[in-house]
C-alpha cells in the first residue's frame, strides 16, 4: 500500500473502525537536521570572521562567545526546520501514519497501511536518532527517524512497543501471512565493520 492523499485516508480510516491505540510524537529528518546545524555555525562563523577583519570584536573571548551563541542557536533551529508532529493509530487492520506540518520543501502524505500488506519492520536504537522502518510487500519502506532529544516527551516508544505487540498478535492469529522483524544494520552484512 502506497501513501495516499487526505480524502483517502478519511474514507480509509472511517473502514478501519476500532481504533487499538493512538499515539503521537515528533518525526525528525536526521538530514535537515545536520544540514540546519551546519549551516548556521557556518554562517555565525562567516559573521564572526567579518567582523574580527573589520575590528568589531576587540578581543578573542568576545569571538568566542559569538561563535557559542550561533552554536546554542543551531541546535534551537532545528526544531523548526527539521521536525514534524506524527498522530499514529493502531487497530485490529492495520496502522494509520498521519502528518500534521510538513518540513521545509517537502511534503509528506498521510499512510494507512493494512497488516497484511506489511513484510517486515525494524528498530535501530542509535545515539542520537532511532529509526523505525517498515517494508511493505512491494518494497516500498517507510522510515521514521526520532530524535532521542524527545524521548521522555512524546509517545515514540510507546508506539514502537505497540507495534510490535501488534504485529506478534497478529502473526499468531493469520496462517499465510507473517510479519518479520527485520535485521538491524548491525546484525546485517555491514554491522561486522563495528
Known amino acids: ?3 495516499r492523499g487526505f480524502g483517502v485516508i478519511g474514507a480509509k480510516l472511517n473502514k478501519l473502525k476500532r481504533i487499538y ?8 529528518s536526521p538530514t535537515r537536521w545536520l544540514i540546519t546545524i551546519l549551516f548556521t555555525i557556518f554562517i555565525g562563523m562567516a559573521f564572526g570572521i567579518a567582523m574580527l577583519i573589520n575590528q568589531l570584536f576587540t578581543a578573542v573571548w568576545q569571538y568566542l562567545i559569538f561563535s557559542v551563541l550561533f552554536i546554542i542557536l ?4 532545528t526544531r523548526y526546520t527539521s521536525v ?3 498522530e499514529t493509530e493502531i487497530n485490529e487492520l492495520g496502522i494509520s501514519i498521519r502528518y500534521f506540518g510538513h518540513f521545509i520543501m517537502g511534503k509528506m502524505n498521510d499512510i494507512v497501511i493494512e497488516w497484511n500488506d506489511i513484510r ?8 542520537q536518532f532511532d529509526k523505525f522502518s517498515i517494508t511493505l510487500n512491494n518494497n516500498y519502506r517507510i522510515k521514521l527517524y526520532h530524535n ?13 512497543d505497540a507495534f510490535t505487540m501488534k504485529a506478534v498478535e497478529y502473526n499468531s492469529r493469520s496462517t499465510n501471512h507473517m510479519i518479520k522483524k527485520g535485521k538491524t544494520f548491525y ?5 561486522f565493520c563495528w
Open 74 to 77: 543551531a541546535f534551537y533551529v
Open 1 to 3: 500500500m502506497t501513501p
Open 148 to 160: 532521542n532529544d524527545y524521548d521522555d516527551k512524546d509517545d515514540f516508544l510507546n508506539f514502537i
Open 120 to 127: 517486515d519492520y525494524v528498530f535501530e536504537k542509535e545515539r
Open 21 to 28: 491505540m493512538k499515539y503521537a510524537f515528533l518525526k525528525t
Open 84 to 86: 514534524v508532529k506524527v
Open 187 to 191: 546484525e546485517g552484512k555491514g554491522g
